[in-house]
């Protein structure tokens, strides 16, 4: 037992390092980008990743998680790695010829020009994925979480310096394909399954899983990215660039759940199939207390400095989006939790279950920002998210607890909470003194309730505590 949760806290320390470092260098560079290119632009670019998250669903149709099941349970893994490339090639196909029949239906990316280039890159992304999906199934999460860091951290780099060249869109787009190209080209190197012919079983076995699957996928996606195309039809490009840059601001507060989950697919896909139900019940606890770390202080935070962050990191015109943004991040504190419970629900062979939670909150989401959108602007969609988000914790809350025992850790979570109360309390009180506000003093506000929080949490609780100092002793080693 000790090995297995030393290979979880590596591999599990490994992608939220590298979550940790493509969050924090995508907000660097969207602080660059606002002041650089302005709202406009980054709408462009926004609603391109709107059509490309769609199609890339799509061309995956929840393939990429059934093929990283199948795989990991130990049964013709390549006859079923081949199964999942050719499929995904021959959906991708299907996909190009629908939007070059139907191309003039997308007048956004044709008068901006990145029409043709949307089918390049997601052509490119589901020859990479499928690698990925290989790499992953074989348990190297390690290497998979490097090279997704690699792919990050090369995309921002040749954007900005696209951007200040004077490449505006088209320069956040190459950068976009080069990143995945680059993540490609490693993945070549470490793929250690090769082309067999499959058979009709393996396409079925592929297809009882994917469907459900694609339709989780559906609704995670739609949640991410139908918002900014509601947006985009009611409201201007530029509202389409503020509402984006909230919503990738507050992804701050999702990224140790995303990580966690990244880490635990496989792992309890395994655990599953040894009928280890225990374990699976104690990991799916260990990782809500851990999704709450960040989440619960970031979204107290917000409602103090996001309009002064907004301000001042991405300019004056992004301020409007401050009551949006503070909402937004409530609903990542829900959403960190659901995407566990949802991930532990396909990884239990339950994928069904996982989709009726996704599937009721994006379609009052939908409804709800259709509505709330031409009256509230920003901030109903803003609302609609929060709605979704609670509607989907509610349903995978009540189908997960079916299949296993849902345990809540009451101290760390009580120490989250006090550790957050007591920070809010130093911030309001800091707030009151008297002084001009400018970049540094918010930014100084923004540190000194981090260090006041974690100071205080570390204090409180000495299971994070501990967990934090063998966290620094880990082997950096990719397995």
């Known amino acids: 037992m000790s090995e297995i949760r030393s290979e979880i806290q590596r591999h599990g320390a490994m992608y939220l390092m590298s979550s940790l470092g493509i969050t924090l260098a995508g907000f660097f560079a969207t602080i660059f980008y606002a002041h650089w290119v302005g709202a406009d632009i980054l709408g462009e670019y926004f609603l391109f990743l709107s059509y490309f998250s769609i199609s890339c669903l799509i061309t995956d149709f929840g393939i990429g998680y059934a093929g990283t099941k199948r795989i990991c349970e130990g049964r013709d893994p390549h006859r079923f790695f081949t199964t999942s490339l050719v499929l995904r090639l021959g959906i991708y196909l299907l996909l190009v010829i629908g939007l070059i029949t139907f191309q003039d239906r997308f007048v956004d990316l044709k008068q901006a020009g990145l029409f043709w280039l949307l089918i390049i890159v997601v052509g490119i992304t589901t020859l990479q994925s499928t690698l990925g999906m290989a790499i992953g199934a074989s348990n190297r999460l390690g290497l998979a979480a490097s090279t997704t860091l690699i792919n990050n951290i090369v995309r921002i780099i040749i954007q900005v310096i696209a951007v200040f060249l004077g490449f505006q869109v088209y320069g956040l787009v190459g950068g976009l394909i080069a990143g995945i190209l680059l993540e490609m080209i490693i993945q070549l190197k470490f793929v250690d399954y090769h082309l067999e012919r499959f058979g009709w079983s393996h396409i079925r076995s592929i297809f009882s899983f994917s469907g459900w699957v694609f339709l989780t996928s559906a609704g995670t996606v739609l949640f991410d990215y139908a918002n900014l195309i509601i947006i985009g039809y009611f409201l201007t490009v530029s509202d389409v660039g503020i509402f984006g840059i909230c919503w990738t601001f507050s992804f701050l507060a999702l990224f140790v759940s995303t990580a966690l989950c990244n880490t635990l697919y496989v792992k309890v896909s395994r655990w599953n199939i040894a009928g280890d139900r225990d374990t699976i019940s104690t990991s799916l606890a260990r990782a809500t207390t851990y999704a709450l770390i960040f989440a619960l202080p970031i979204l107290a935070g917000g409602i103090i400095l996001g309009e002064r962050l907004l301000y001042y990191l991405y300019g004056p015109s992004f301020a409007v989006g401050a009551t949006a943004l503070v909402i937004i991040i409530a609903a990542r504190v829900f959403q960190s939790i659901y995407q566990l419970y949802s991930n532990y629900l396909m990884a239990t062979d339950h994928v069904h279950m996982a989709f009726y939670g996704v599937g009721a909150g994006i379609t009052i989401n939908i409804v709800l920002s259709i509505l709330l959108v031409p009256i509230l602007g920003l901030t109903g969609a803003a609302l609609a998210s929060l709605a979704n988000m609670i509607i989907s914790t509610i349903i995978g809350r009540h189908f997960l607890r079916q299949i296993i025992p849902i345990?809540?850790?009451?101290?760390?979570?009580?120490?989250?909470?006090?550790?957050?109360?007591?920070?809010?309390?130093?911030?309001?009180?800091?707030?009151?003194?008297?002084?001009?506000?400018?970049?540094?003093?918010?930014?100084?506000?923004?540190?000194?309730?981090?260090?006041?929080?974690?100071?205080?949490?570390?204090?409180?609780?000495?299971?994070?505590?501990?967990?934090?100092?063998?966290?620094?002793?880990?082997?950096?080693?990719?397995?």
């Open 407 to 479: 345990i809540i850790e009451l101290s760390p979570i009580t120490h989250i909470i006090t550790a957050t109360a007591i920070m809010t309390s130093a911030l309001l009180i800091i707030n009151l003194l008297p002084y001009n506000q400018s970049l540094f003093l918010t930014v100084t506000m923004v540190l000194t309730g981090a260090v006041i929080y974690f100071l205080v949490l570390l204090k409180l609780n000495k299971q994070i505590r501990d967990d934090a100092f063998r966290t620094l002793k880990i082997t950096w080693i990719p397995k």
